[in-house]
């Protein structure tokens, strides 16, 4: 026997599934609520706390494509000199001045500034605070005059400090409005590492997609 989709069948079903609906709406209106939903507390962080900060914006930096490598304060111009003859940078554009003496002292070749059509092999930036949630980077004009700390080098070194790590956006941007000056520019960035494009299997860098590589000085 051959079936047939039959209209008057079809509604008969919609109308019963309708009802059934009304009914279950109907009973769920009259009947009493035994445990009422609690009021939500306003005074709750938005998210939980977290611990370990340091491993949490670590890993989500480094998943993100960032490379990052902890140093003690000790070692860390040790560690930064062998890390550049390695790569064997030819331009450096360094905006720490707090660095230079020290570059100076390790025989690194640098120069402070560039022409705004030209890039550097490497530009070496401060990076102010460090977001956990994330893995992204928060950087203000305390040290630059460049508007962006991209567009500058293929490749930025970011120095900074592991006690700078915090949880979220929020907190690092009042710790950034605490500590400034009156006559100090306000203009902030927060950047992400961006993973690389591939040709022929390598990763490919230019400055508008930049390697992020995180010297972290760890106390």
């Known amino acids: 026997m051959v079936m047939s989709n039959?209209?008057?069948l079809n509604n008969s079903k919609n109308t019963t599934s309708k009802e059934l609906i009304r009914r279950n709406i109907r009973h769920a209106l009259a009947s009493k609520n035994l445990q009422p939903l609690k009021n939500p507390d306003t005074n709750m962080p938005l998210y939980p706390q977290m611990e370990q900060l340091l491993k949490q914006f670590v890993d989500n930096f480094r998943s993100q494509g960032g490379k990052c490598r902890l140093c003690h304060k000790s070692?860390?111009?040790e560690d930064?000199?062998?890390f550049i003859h390695i790569q064997k940078y030819e331009t450096i554009l360094n905006t720490c001045d707090f660095l230079s003496s020290k570059?100076?002292?390790y025989k690194i070749n640098f120069q402070t500034c560039i022409n705004p059509n030209e890039s550097a092999d490497l530009v070496i930036v401060y990076a102010d605070f460090f977001i956990a949630?994330?893995?992204n980077l928060l950087f203000s004009q305390e040290f630059t005059l460049y508007p962006s700390v991209k567009n500058l080098a293929k490749d930025i070194l970011i120095v900074g400090f592991?006690?700078?790590v915090v949880p979220d956006i929020k907190m690092a941007l009042d710790f950034r409005r605490k500590n400034e000056h009156?006559?100090?520019s306000n203009f902030r960035e927060i950047i992400a590492p961006i993973p690389p494009y591939f040709v022929d299997g390598e990763e490919v860098y230019t400055p508008s997609n930049p390697r992020l590589i995180l010297l972290l000085i760890n106390e």
């Open 6 to 8: 039959s209209p008057t």
């Open 133 to 135: 949630r994330s893995g």
């Open 75 to 77: 070692s860390f111009f």
């Open 162 to 164: 592991a006690t700078n």
């Open 80 to 82: 930064l000199s062998k």
């Open 103 to 105: 570059l100076t002292e």
């Open 182 to 184: 009156l006559n100090q």
